[in-house]
T-cell receptor, first 114, second 110 residues
């Protein structure tokens, strides 16, 4: 059983298109995240949700819109894709309010904008 | 604010060599500290963690000790294997917010 699963694993699309990445966790966690990893492997948090409510929204263009239909799902929708959006996007989850709990990551979605 | 600084890579070692990847942090209060590992084509996974000063986390032959006096959490392994080739991330969690270092790429050659 995959704890945090995201789809698709690979996504190749043209500039200007709109695309979505889906994420689901079956760990019963209350907190979910989206991270962006660039070609140098730097990891940057984009969004954090606690129980379907947005908690962290780092400096991310408003073309990126997260949607959490329930606490087990956090999807990422991207409008008007640009070349610079090419990266690997990771979904993650953790327990709420527990300082010593680690994050569980999905396998990543490699987005290539051409 | 919180920050994590880890040794720049890439690091290349021969099999059975000793590994150290340095990590220092800045945080208020009492953060928990983590090392994550990312194997090629995969997501990050927890390698080890420590939740208070002087705690030692260990897993798969890797160790790190939470040193509050030096604000450090260096990762060590006595004898690396080719299968340890991966990107290693030091991270802290403080007041519910995680901060990651920039990652260190390790390549182990046979």
């Amino acid at each position: 059983d995959t704890a945090v699963s995201q789809t698709p694993k690979y996504l190749v699309t043209q500039m200007g298109n709109d695309k979505s990445i889906k994420c689901e966790q079956n760990l019963g966690h209350d907190t979910m995240y989206w991270y962006k990893q660039d070609s140098k492997k730097f990891l940057k948090i984009m969004f954090s949700y606690n129980n379907k409510e947005l908690i962290i929204n780092e400096t991310v263009p408003n073309r990126f819109s997260p949607k959490s239909p329930d606490k087990a799902h956090l999807n990422l929708h991207i409008n008007s894709l640009e070349l610079g959006d090419s990266a690997v996007y990771f979904c993650a989850s953790s327990r709420l309010g527990r300082e010593n709990t680690e994050a569980f990551f999905g396998q990543g979605t490699r987005l290539t904008v051409v | 604010g919180n920050s994590v600084t880890q040794m720049e890579g890439p690091v290349t070692l021969s099999e059975e060599a000793f590994l150290t990847i340095n990590c220092t942090y800045t945080a208020t209060g009492y953060p928990s500290l983590f090392w994550y590992v990312q194997y090629p084509g995969e997501g990050l996974q927890l390698l080890l963690k420590a939740t208070k000063a002087d705690d030692k986390g260990s897993n798969k032959g890797f160790e790190a000790t939470y040193r509050k006096e030096t604000t450090s959490f260096h990762l060590e392994k006595g004898s690396v294997q080719v299968s340890d080739s991966a990107v290693y991330f030091c991270a802290l969690k403080n007041a519910g917010k995680s901060t990651f270092g920039d990652g260190t790429t390790l390549t182990v050659k046979p």
